[in-house]
């Protein structure tokens, strides 16, 4: 049976540094392959590297992250952050990524979504979407949440999926850093209008935040950060968690 | 002269090659007939399309080369697709090597999503490529088609129905996932090849 998810992600800036780390007393925790590895070999299924630094310069840093992280990582992973063309979806599978999630970039030309799928396949194209729950609908942001657009989630999502999105990492801002939980209403509804899969992300806090993610969210991935990276949950007790509540995972 | 990566217009060469120097192989990336013809043994990869990568293999004359090759041969993912006969995407005809069909996953419920995206377990899995400690182990898979169980299947997954996870004749050996990216039941696997 095909199994449920679980995807730490990990904020690249300058190629190395690893946001929201360094409380954690490891060596070399601002190593992102590193901590991949460590990952990795705790059950991670897939992860997530998202580059939020913005210059030339340090976008070739973080290719040169990418060939490394192939190089040393035998599980799939996705790279986001600062795809604005074809020509950078190219660079970054080149340097061995195997899937690349944009989210701006879509907002503001659709089109990239049609190209990417039709250039490299739907399986490489993951389409993050944050959206905040207004009070009386779900409405999408730009810019790591800073700008409102006039799309509504649902039905971004569907355009999504009809341009060839392989997959679709939904990020509630009102859920995200709460820790109280995924936005299992708003993930449900996606997960039963689409036909492609749903990476939940934002409001993980404990264990239980992942079986209700899966069992009333309906997801089939779920993406956290903070938990795993401050320690506060380790991914092998969690998938055992879940195994125990009835969730099939690897 | 080693294990030879076949280097053709699919996407998960680099992603093979890395696979194999973590487990401290040198392998050669090429198209070069005479270094594929000469190779220990072969790898062939892919990620892509069915129609316009046989057509690639067609014009550069790959496809005769791969079918007619007598040592080890292991196709990953779209390489195993294109080691049937015929594949429903894009109505390609492909190498003929495994004498089976390609078909589209057809959804039979809302749950069933295409691509097959993620980790599975696979069963029924037969030698040599495969020991027994594989057995109901999860692999990676990425896929919108599947290759029918056949008489050479020689492991089985079930998604929407059950399928051919892996394939076997005479010296040709396929997987329908990605052992590069499966973690260290990959690795396994890859080891088992290398070890023929």
Redesign the interface.
């Known amino acids: 049976m095909l199994a449920k998810r679980i995807i730490p992600c990990l904020d690249i800036k300058d190629g190395t540094t690893v946001k929201g780390i360094n409380f954690v007393n490891l060596r070399d925790a601002g190593d992102p392959v590193e901590l991949g590895i460590k990952y990795s070999k705790e059950g991670a299924d897939e992860l997530v590297f998202l580059d939020i630094t913005a210059s030339h310069e340090e976008r070739k840093t973080f290719t040169e992250l990418v060939e490394r992280i192939a190089l040393n990582i035998s599980i799939p992973f996705t790279v986001g952050g600062g795809i604005n063309e074809l020509k950078d979806v190219d660079r970054l599978l080149s340097a061995g990524a195997d899937k690349v999630s944009v989210n701006s970039t879509a907002l503001r030309n659709p089109m990239i979504i049609d190209e990417i799928s039709k250039n490299f396949g739907s399986q490489v194209c993951v389409c993050a979407i944050d959206a905040r729950f207004d009070g009386k609908e779900w409405m999408c942001y730009t810019s790591g949440g800073r700008n409102l657009t006039d799309k509504e989630l649902f039905s971004w999502a569907k355009e999504v999926e009809n341009r060839g999105a392989g997959e679709i990492l939904f990020t509630s801002m009102n859920h995200d850093g709460v820790k109280q939980g995924y936005a299992n209403e708003a993930l449900c509804r996606l997960s039963e209008s689409l036909n492609i899969p749903i990476i939940a992300s934002g409001g993980a806090g404990n264990l239980q935040h992942f079986s209700d993610v899966f069992k009333e969210g309906k997801a089939d991935a779920a993406l956290a950060a903070s938990v795993f990276h401050f320690g506060e949950i380790a991914i092998k007790d969690l998938k055992y968690y879940l195994r125990n509540e009835g969730i099939n995972v690897r | 002269m080693g294990i030879v990566i076949i280097k053709y217009n699919a996407?998960?060469i680099?992603?093979v090659d890395?696979?194999m120097?973590?487990l401290g192989v040198d392998a050669i990336v090429s198209d070069d007939k005479e270094l594929i013809r000469k190779a220990d043994k072969v790898i062939f990869p892919g990620?892509?399309?069915a129609s316009t990568t046989m057509k690639y293999l067609r014009e550069n004359g790959l496809d005769t080369l791969i079918k007619d090759l007598k040592q080890p041969v292991l196709g990953i993912c779209l390489g195993m697709q294109l080691m049937c006969k015929h594949s429903e995407e894009g109505n390609a005809d492909c190498l003929g090597i495994f004498d089976v069909n390609v078909k589209r996953f057809i959804?039979q419920k809302?749950e069933d999503?295409?691509?097959?995206?993620?980790?599975?377990?696979i069963t029924d899995v037969k030698n040599p490529l495969f020991d027994t400690t594989l057995e109901n182990q999860?692999v990676?898979f990425?896929h919108s088609y599947y290759v029918p169980i056949n008489s050479n299947t020689a492991a089985t997954t079930?998604?929407i129905l059950p399928f051919s996870a892996a394939l076997h004749t005479q010296n040709f050996y396929a997987t329908q996932f990605?052992p590069?990216?499966?973690?260290?039941v990959?690795?396994h696997i890859l080891t088992n090849f290398l070890k023929l």
Do not use: L
Not at chain 2, 114 to 120: A, R, T, V
């Open positions: 996407g998960n680099f992603s890395s696979a120097k973590r990620v892509g399309e959804p809302h999503k295409i691509p097959h995206m993620g980790w599975n377990t999860y990676y990425v079930d998604y990605h590069e990216k499966s973690g260290s990959g690795e």
